[in-house]
Nanobody
């Protein structure tokens, strides 16, 4: 079982930056897929960015060029650097890890971007 704890959310003005962290209870070098999801108010949870064990990444079109996902295997932590934030980036951000076909989720961290 993998436990995930997100941190780094907060209130920021449009155009600002935040860095989210996801600390895992397991050695993440053995986790093939980890990702960040966002749930905006009144909407379904949606994939924002994903990173593979080999370092490959995927980004939703809405965040390409603004967000960067990375992983530090030594710290068992995945990061999401968010730049040029927009009000539409507001939402709860969740970290996810897929291990042997099982999805594990953190409890989320709230990001609010004011206009």
């Amino acid at each position: 079982q993998v436990q995930l704890v997100e941190s780094g959310g907060g209130l920021v003005q449009a155009g600002g930056s935040l860095r989210l962290s996801c600390a895992a209870s397991a050695r993440i070098f053995s986790i093939p897929v980890m990702g960040w999801y966002r749930q905006a108010p009144g909407k379904q949870r949606a994939l924002v960015a994903r990173i593979l064990g080999g370092g490959g990444t995927y980004y939703a079109d809405s965040v390409k060029g603004r967000f960067t996902i990375s992983r530090d295997n030594d710290k068992n932590t995945v990061y999401l650097q968010m730049n040029s934030l927009k009000p539409e980036d507001t939402g709860d951000y969740y970290c996810e890890a897929t291990v042997a076909g099982i999805e594990y989720w953190g409890k989320g961290t709230l990001v609010t971007v004011s206009s």
